[in-house]
């Protein structure tokens, strides 16, 4: 199994980042999948799920700015994130969902910051 994230970067205040993550050695369209995030010193968390049937899921403090969405033919999940603050400056990682069971990957870094 591996996940492979790519797509982070710096970016200024209010701007737009896509992240994708490709998976392989998994049975992908069968599984949840989700984003979370670790900013330095602090716990991850969650910023989206989406579930094998394409139902998804955002945190109150999510809703609005990120779109989370799957491409099953290609193996991969994206995750659109708009109106970026420094705040959402992390490294951002794709596991399985709700439950993270999968190993984890590398991870893509975000930098918000002028």
Same mark, same amino acid.
């Given at each position: 199994?591996?996940?492979?994230?790519?797509?982070?970067?710096?970016?200024?205040?209010?701007?737009?980042?896509?992240?994708?993550?490709?998976?392989?050695?998994?049975?992908?369209?069968?599984?949840?999948?989700?984003?979370?995030?670790?900013?330095?010193?602090?716990?991850?968390?969650?910023?989206?799920?989406?579930?094998?049937?394409?139902?998804?899921?955002?945190?109150?403090?999510?809703?609005?700015?990120?779109?989370?969405?799957?491409?099953?033919?290609?193996?991969?999940?994206?995750?659109?994130?708009?109106?970026?603050?420094?705040?959402?400056?992390?490294?951002?990682?794709?596991? $399985?969902?709700?439950?993270?069971?999968?190993?984890?990957?590398?991870?893509?870094?975000?930098?918000? $910051?002028?």
């Amino acid at each position: 199994v591996r996940l492979v994230e790519s797509g982070g970067g710096l970016v200024q205040p209010g701007g737009s980042l896509t992240l994708s993550c490709v998976a392989s050695g998994i049975t992908f369209s069968r599984n949840g999948l989700g984003w979370s995030r670790q900013a330095p010193g602090k716990e991850r968390e969650l910023v989206a799920g989406i579930a094998a049937d394409g139902q998804t899921h955002y945190p109150t403090a999510m809703k609005g700015r990120v779109t989370i969405s799957r491409d099953n033919a290609k193996n991969t999940l994206y995750l659109q994130m708009n109106s970026l603050k420094p705040e959402d400056t992390a490294v951002y990682y794709c596991n $399985s969902y709700p439950v993270w069971y999968l190993p984890w990957g590398q991870g893509t870094q975000v930098t918000v $910051s002028t």
